[in-house]
């Protein structure tokens, strides 16, 4: 996701999660999309400062990058030998183009049409041009860090701020004054005002690891936006203090446009309303996305206590309250993957617990304490029985409630590992948990070495029982599921496969898929005994009628990727949430063509 103001054309761009690139001419009030041949995904967006108009997206799938003029009405793709990393444009020339790739850095003269390699040959990740000083550009590569000042000719190593690895430093903005620049390293956020012989640690009250953006404005040197997983942060004094903190509730924010002709303003893009703009240097915020379609759906849930009522999550946090006729986006969190019980709507973000007494019309977050700092939020459980008592599962391990999410205590004895994946049955007696645990080795855009492991408990997580479940290392657990009519039948989906034991996890068998490449969620029907429902990403959505042993197609071809299923038992709907189209819904009895419910 990424914003960019075009100061040819006037024209603010949004480039959304999986829905496209967005286009406002109003300063952000509302958005249409642009036009055919762009990236579906794009994860930055530059605007050159040149009379044309020029906008560059670079795309997740790395093929190429792509370029558009004026409104964008149509997209052009310059592949270059598996596409740059990182762009970024040159202060004073708004024809010369820097990209970072495996090989090093090149320079285009001619906004990408070719491209010239230069000296560095260091993996370049990141690139951050001086916003005054044409021909002067950093790189983040995983040799360290270097300069030029001569657009690109020559190179220079700076000095490190304070890191274990090379491959951690990130050069994440670059200040209007000489010298000063902000980096991120697997130690924390640092700064420099002499191009690297000093470093600062500013130790923000934010936690670093969740920073993916930050921007000076033009017009103010030394105040700072920082994009952190808690919403925006500003500085006045260069990241020294930071007492200002808003977009709490929009989820992750993406990154930051000034306004180059109005430097006051700003637009970020959000997880939760697609964006959001500010006419104050990031002190107040008005959520935007009027015109602006992405229905990336992460989780579903369905209401125990009142059929024909769910919740789905991803952009926004919706709900509808007739069985899928109409959906409404409600206040609560997102994205989030929601919990419900009969009493309590439980919603997790990254950042945080919520929950709401009232279906969804108002929501509280819990307090957490007990919890560490930074721990991040993974995995979510409350036992139906016992809606106060939830369980929380971090990357500092398990911890446990007894009062709706307001103090926590770490489970004792719980395995070592961050925290994938935790389920729990109604009476909140047995619990079966993912964890993993990963090396600390680490090279840029490679996986680190992880191993998975599964535990059960069956004494309300008192103690804990290694279950042997052996995957090979960095195959994933995201998925597991009990049958609440045979509790000793258990499915776990990992990145690989799809395992099931029918004795409570004492031993395990591999469960062929037929044409699907691998499932993110298995699903029991309460109504029909041994019938199984599995999301299967792009092969849509299967079924089983032998208690999960073979599977085939029950909804082949849908028009997007199915990660997650909600059945409704008492009105007999199935849900399953498509990323990027939304939620798609089938009436079991009788079984018709789904159909895609409307909300965006």
Request: aromatic share 10%; glycine share 12%.
């Amino acid at each position: 996701m990424g914003v960019a103001v075009s100061d040819g054309s006037r024209a603010i761009f949004l480039a959304t999660e999986g829905s496209g690139v967005f286009v406002s001419r109003d300063g952000g009030v509302s958005w249409r999309p642009t036009g055919s041949g762009g990236p579906p995904d794009a994860h930055a967006l530059l605007a050159a400062a040149d009379a044309e108009g020029t906008v560059y997206a670079l795309a997740y799938d790395s093929v190429g990058f792509f370029r558009c003029r004026g409104l964008c009405e149509s997209w052009e793709l310059l592949p270059q030998g598996g596409g740059p990393i990182a762009l970024a444009l040159d202060a004073g020339d708004p024809e010369i183009l820097y990209g970072g790739f495996s090989t090093g850095v090149r320079r285009s003269p001619d906004k990408g049409q070719s491209w010239e390699q230069t000296s560095l040959t260091a993996f370049t990740f990141g690139l951050a041009s001086d916003p005054i000083r044409p021909g002067r550009l950093y790189a983040s590569t995983d040799q360290g860090l270097f300069q030029t000042a001569d657009g690109a000719r020559t190179w220079t190593a700076l000095p490190r701020p304070p890191a274990v690895s090379h491959f951690s430093d990130w050069i994440v903005c670059a200040g209007a004054v000489d010298g000063t620049l902000y980096a991120l390293t697997d130690s924390g956020l640092f700064r420099t005002e002499d191009r690297g012989l000093h470093w600062v640690d500013l130790a923000p009250p934010f936690d670093p690891a969740n920073v993916r953006a930050m921007a000076e404005q033009p017009d103010r040197p030394g105040r700072v936006l920082a994009a952190a997983g808690s919403g925006v942060w500003r500085s006045e004094d260069s990241g020294s203090h930071w007492p200002l903190q808003a977009l709490s509730a929009e989820g992750q924010v993406w990154a930051f446009a000034f306004d180059p002709a109005s430097p006051s303003h700003v637009f970020a893009a959000t997880s939760a309303s697609a964006s959001a703009r500010s006419a104050d240097g990031g002190e107040t915020w008005t959520a935007s996305n009027e015109g602006v379609t992405n229905s990336r759906v992460v989780s579903i849930a369905v209401e125990p206590s009142s059929p024909g009522t769910a919740y789905a999550g991803g952009t926004l946090l919706w709900k509808t309250a007739d069985g899928g006729r109409r959906w409404k986006p409600t206040s609560g969190p997102a994205p989030s993957f929601i919990v419900p019980t009969s009493s309590t709507l439980y919603a997790g973000t990254g950042t945080g617990l919520f929950r709401s007494v009232d279906q969804a019309e108002s929501w509280v977050q819990a307090k957490g304490s007990g919890l560490p700092m930074f721990a991040g939020l993974s995995a979510l459980a409350v036992p139906e029985e016992s809606p106060a008592r939830v369980f929380l599962g971090t990357y500092a391990g398990l911890f446990r409630s007894e009062d709706s999410g307001e103090n926590f205590s770490p489970v004792p004895g719980f395995p070592d590992g961050d925290v994938d994946v935790i389920v729990v049955d109604a009476g909140g007696k047995t619990l079966y948990a993912a964890t993993s645990v990963c090396s600390d080795d680490y090279a840029p855009l490679a996986p680190p070495s992880c191993v998975s492991h599964l535990s059960r408990s069956g004494d309300g997580a008192t103690s804990w029982q290694a279950l042997p479940l052996s995957l090979p290392t960095n195959d994933s657990i995201f998925g597991i599921s009990v049958d609440p009519q045979r509790p000793s039948r258990v499915f776990v989906v990992h990145s690989r496969g799809l395992e099931r034991s029918v004795d409570a996890g004492q031993s395990w068998v591999s469960i062929p898929l037929g044409n699907a490449a691998m499932v993110g969620e298995v699903l029991f029907d309460s109504k029909r005994p041994d019938t199984l429902y599995a999301a299967a990403g792009q092969s849509g959505v299967l079924v089983s009628g032998d208690g999960g042993a073979t599977w085939s197609d029950f909804a082949p071809e849908p028009p997007g990727w199915i990660g997650t299923l909600a059945l409704d038992s008492s009105a007999d709907l199935l849900y399953a949430g498509s990323y990027p189209t939304g939620v798609f819904q089938w009436s079991l009895s009788p079984q018709r063509t789904p159909y895609r419910l409307p909300f965006r």
